[in-house]
């Protein structure tokens, strides 16, 4: 158990529906990170914040993907009008400061779009 | 572009055997680099991170890695496989001056046959 929990663990939803994750880091961290990991692939960065400041969205990230982190502590990612092709399993990281490199890695929420 | 590479999709090794699992990496700078396993439905866990320093890095669960700067490699060995390291291994780079994002190569799987 790394401290970094995610909610929920699996998600199945239709084609259309909006889908919301949530993602609680270890509680000193100040950076939380968002990847998304497909069947045989390693995981993708998509998005980070600094605090409740989101400084990075990968292109990967389209328009229907949000994430959100208020207050700095606990951040949501929010996909709408879910697509098959988002299936994936979600997974948030928690790292401590700018100079820290190393992340910490939550259980994931697998994404089903039927 | 930054990239990882890992040669080997999969790697079958008998219990008590030696590994080797290869990382070729193309980054800006000298990255951060790290390998992660997974195992199945889980989320990744921190084997061993490279900084600076010591080329030749000790982690967990017995494993060691050595930083070849001319042969952008970070290859991760152990001396004696155990069944219990079964699971994929993820080589990933990232430094301070991209935000710590990682960049993960594909994952090689690791089956032990005993």
């Known amino acids: 158990d790394t401290g970094v929990s995610q909610d929920p663990r699996h998600k199945i939803t239709k084609r259309g529906q909006n889908v919301t994750f949530r993602c609680d880091p270890i509680?000193?961290?100040?950076?939380l990170y968002w990847y998304r990991q497909t069947l045989g692939q390693g995981p993708e960065f998509l998005t980070y914040?600094?605090?409740?400041?989101?400084?990075?969205k990968s292109r990967l990230l389209s328009d229907r993907f949000s994430a959100e982190r208020p207050k700095g502590s606990f951040s949501t990612l929010e996909i709408q009008r879910t697509e098959q092709g988002d299936s994936a399993m979600y997974l948030c990281?928690?790292?401590?400061?700018?100079?820290?490199?190393?992340?910490?890695f939550g259980p994931g929420t697998r994404l089903t779009v039927l | 572009a930054q990239s990882v590479t890992q040669p080997d999709i999969h790697i079958t090794v008998s219990e008590g055997a030696s590994l080797e699992l290869r990382c070729n990496y193309s980054?800006?700078?000298?990255?951060?680099l790290f390998w992660y396993v997974q195992s199945p439905g889980q989320g990744l866990q921190l084997l061993l991170k490279?900084?600076?320093?010591?080329?030749l890095v000790q982690g967990i669960k017995g494993f060691e890695a050595e930083f070849k700067r001319s042969q952008s490699s970070f290859n991760l060995r152990k001396p004696s496989v155990h069944w219990s390291d079964a699971a994929e291994y993820f080589c990933?780079?990232?430094?301070?001056?991209?935000?710590?994002?990682?960049?993960f190569g594909a994952g090689t799987i690791l089956r032990v046959k005993s």
């Open positions: 490279y900084f600076s320093g010591d080329t």
């Open positions: 509680s000193e961290h100040n950076r």
């Open positions: 990281a928690s790292g401590g400061t700018a100079l820290s490199a190393e992340q910490f």
């Open positions: 914040f600094q605090n409740e400041a989101q400084l990075e």
């Open positions: 990933a780079v990232g430094h301070p001056e991209y935000g710590n994002k990682l960049v």
């Open positions: 980054y800006g700078a000298t990255p951060y």
